[in-house]
């Protein structure tokens, strides 16, 4: 049974870095699939935040990229994501998600329980 | 602000069927892209519903369906039953702006 686990500081001050891990189990990262971030804003709805395949290509959102990085570590079978400049706007629930590869776009078919992630001083 | 517009509510009664639609435009679901569904139920994280426009992971029941038609899609839902009480959501891509994955709006689903 696959499980994807997210875990990272809830609160993050403005202008900050938010960091999250999404730790997998059961299914390894090293495999033919994408792993991705969503994130959903309180009372909002999904918004996608990037991907990211075990050699390490990504790709972003273009209304985040500037601000955003994904890496994965296979060593310890999980992946992560970076949030840069945060402001009050970041604040949400994010998600990590594993991508089965299909024909565009792929479709997210195991989900982490999320993390609520607050930007405030 | 999503290119995918879903209505942001629809209900119906025990037993019946209800309709959501997902409008997109031809550099997303009229370029052939495909589109997926999605239920998330109060408090809980997103779940696959429907895949490539149609199809249903296991374990999903075949109240669930799926359809794209040009522009749009739609999930259908029969027999209604009060846990499919919940928001759902379509995605798929979009080639504007350097292209991105995307969801739509979202729909709420009430059971009366």
């Known amino acids: 049974q696959v499980q994807l686990q997210e875990s990272g500081p809830g609160l993050v001050k403005p202008s900050g870095t938010l960091s999250l891990t999404c730790a997998v189990s059961?299914?390894?990262?090293?495999?033919?699939?994408?792993w991705s971030w969503v994130r959903q804003p309180p009372g909002k709805g999904l918004e996608w935040i990037g991907e990211i395949d075990y050699s390490g290509s990504t790709s972003y959102n273009p209304s985040l990229k500037s601000r955003v990085t994904i890496s994965v570590d296979t060593s310890k079978n999980q992946f992560s994501l970076k949030v840069s400049s945060v402001t009050a706007a970041d604040t949400a629930v994010y998600y990590c998600?594993?991508?089965?590869?299909?024909?565009?776009?792929?479709?997210?078919?195991?989900w982490g329980k999320g993390t609520t992630v607050t930007v405030s001083s | 602000q999503s290119v995918l517009t879903q209505p942001p509510s629809v209900s119906g009664a025990p037993g019946q069927r209800v309709t959501i639609s997902c409008t997109g435009s031809?550099?997303?679901?009229?370029?052939?892209?495909?589109v997926h569904w999605y239920q998330q139920l109060p408090g809980a994280a997103p779940k696959l519903l429907i895949y490539?426009?149609?199809n249903r992971p296991s374990g999903v029941p075949d109240r669930f369906s799926g359809s794209k038609s040009g522009t749009s899609a739609s999930l259908a839902i029969t027999g209604l039953q009060a846990e499919d009480e919940a928001n759902y959501y379509c995605q798929s891509y979009d080639t504007s702006l350097s292209g991105s994955v995307l969801f739509g709006e979202g729909t709420k689903l009430t059971v009366l």
């Open positions: 059961g299914d390894s990262i090293r495999s033919n699939k994408w």
């Open positions: 031809s550099s997303n679901i009229g370029a052939g892209y495909h």
């Open positions: 998600a594993r991508e089965k590869p299909y024909s565009n776009p792929f479709y997210m078919d195991v």
């Open positions: 490539g426009n149609n």
